[in-house]
């Protein structure tokens, strides 16, 4: 299986909607507490080594998360730990990138995610516990989101509701925003501990799933939320990602400071269907390929980044 060695720690990877064969990759120099970072953009081949890097962009700050336009097949956009939020064209050469960059966030950019439905407008989520909307046409944010009493580690686009958004905390609370109304529209307490991801089933717009420091990932229902619908077990520290597949219903994929990538099933008993053990430092970016059913990437702290098809072993060559 394709693997890539970069000179930093990897924080995010993201498959292209557009190109089956293309990935970008968010890294951080030393573990992304100081230094730089850089953006690679990947491309798989047959054969070996199976993955080679056809561009990359240095940043003066770690880069914490990428996201790829959902309009444009060589646009990204970047979440940068100096607070900005830059944006990338892959067709150019590097000195004519970023072509846009925004200075809003006081802290820290933790994520980003491009709306998947509108195409128009991506959001962004911060350190300074806020969450911001932005547009490629305009030249500062639309809206911040501003009711975290903490860390705000991600905020992702309901894949059919092109208005609504969830944005996971550090105050414990899991949050539903609809971008016409003036304040959240839910709050989920749904961890004791710091909330670090959340993801929308890609087939329930009313299912969501969170995971925590407290090492477990809890699946949601909005129209029922006293009580998940599932918790899974299985991680031995704090769950850094969770991700739900975009091609089967109840299959989702996690990433852990355990170091493990873990696939889980929540609508049956034995929920951990497969367990990948490939890094050796933090496991912190997972994705799944739309356009390709059961490929899988990911990327963490040992400067790798892995390309694998599910049920097969992501170190096999």
């Keep these: 299986m394709p693997v890539f060695k970069a000179p930093f720690n990897g924080y995010s990877v993201k498959f292209s909607p557009f190109y089956e064969s293309r990935l970008a990759v968010a890294t951080a120099q030393n573990f992304g507490i100081l230094g730089n970072g850089k953006i690679h953009v990947l491309e798989l081949s047959p ?29 990204l956009v970047a979440a940068v730990g100096d607070g900005s939020v830059k944006i990338y064209d892959t067709a150019l050469p590097p000195p004519s990138n970023p072509i846009r ?136 520290y704090a769950v850094r990602k969770v991700k739900f597949s975009p091609h089967r219903r109840s299959l989702i994929a996690s990433c852990s400071y355990d170091m493990s990538v873990c696939l889980w099933d929540y609508m049956v008993e034995d929920a951990l269907v497969g367990r990948y053990d490939h890094h050796t430092e933090f496991a912190v970016g997972i994705d799944m390929s739309v356009l390709v059913e059961g490929l899988m990437a990911s990327t963490g702290w040992d400067e790798l980044v892995y390309v694998w098809q599910q049920g097969m072993d992501p170190r096999a060559s």
């Design 47 to 75: 054969g070996l080594p199976g993955v080679t890097e056809s561009v990359s962009f240095d940043t003066a700050d770690a880069v914490y998360d990428v996201s790829w336009s959902e309009s444009h097949d060589s646009v």
């Design 101 to 236: 960059s925004f200075q809003e966030h006081a802290r820290e950019v933790h994520s980003v995610d491009y709306n998947p439905t509108r195409r128009d407008s991506f959001l962004t989520a911060s350190w300074d516990d806020t969450v911001k909307l932005w547009a490629m046409d305009r030249p500062a944010s639309i809206r911040t989101f501003k009711e975290h009493a903490y860390c705000v580690y991600q905020a992702v686009w309901n894949p059919k509701h092109g208005d609504v958004f969830a944005s996971a905390s550090g105050d414990c609370t899991l949050r539903i925003w609809d971008v016409r109304e003036p304040g959240s529209t839910m709050i989920i307490p749904g961890h004791d501990f710091e909330i670090l991801s959340c993801d929308w089933n890609k087939y329930d717009d009313c299912v969501l799933a969170t995971s925590s420091v407290d090492k477990t990932i809890k699946v949601w229902d909005v129209r029922s939320y006293r009580a998940p619908l599932a918790v899974l077990n299985g991680h031995g």
